[in-house]
């Protein structure tokens, strides 16, 4: 059982990881696609990780869903999948909610403004850095 409901974790994860699923939502969203790489500040990067962690929420919510219909019966197995919840999408939804503090108007490509001037700056802000770390030393734990 612990290989079938680990295998419909990762189905789920994957699904919300792939591309058309993310284009689906953010235009739903109406996410503005109007940046470029190599701009700054860099909103196509911004905008992308904000979809992911989007997609990762909902990925998280599923597996969590999953895991509560079958705790009953499967504990550990349950508290397995809330373990790779836990690992593989919750860096992505601290990135959206570290965006969601960090850049303004995001969803409004003329106003939107954001507290990094480079990529550079948003690839190694110590926010990011800190959150992921404490996920992944967290769950190792």
């Keep these: 059982m612990l290989a079938a409901l680990c295998s419909i974790a990762f189905f789920i994860f994957a699904l919300a990881h792939a591309t058309r699923v993310e284009q689906l939502v ?5 996410v503005p696609d109007n940046a470029f ?3 700054n500040p860099p909103f196509y990067f911004i905008r992308r990780d904000f979809v992911d ?13 999953l895991s509560a ?12 999948v809330v373990f790779l919840a ?16 960090r850049c303004h108007d995001l969803l409004d490509a003329r106003r939107a403004t954001s507290d990094w ?9 110590p926010f990011r850095w800190f ?11």
């Design 117 to 125: 001037a480079t990529l550079k700056e948003y690839l190694y802000d």
């Design 86 to 101: 836990g690992l593989m999408c919750a860096p992505a939804i601290e990135d959206v909610l570290i965006i969601s503090v």
């Design 53 to 65: 962690g989007i997609c990762a929420s909902a990925a998280a919510i599923l597996m969590l869903a």
């Design 69 to 80: 219909c079958t705790w009953r019966f499967y504990r550990l197995e349950s508290a397995f």
């Design 37 to 39: 790489p190599g701009e």
């Design 26 to 30: 953010g235009a739903t969203l109406a």
């Design 131 to 141: 959150a992921h770390s404490a996920t992944y030393f967290g769950s190792a734990a």
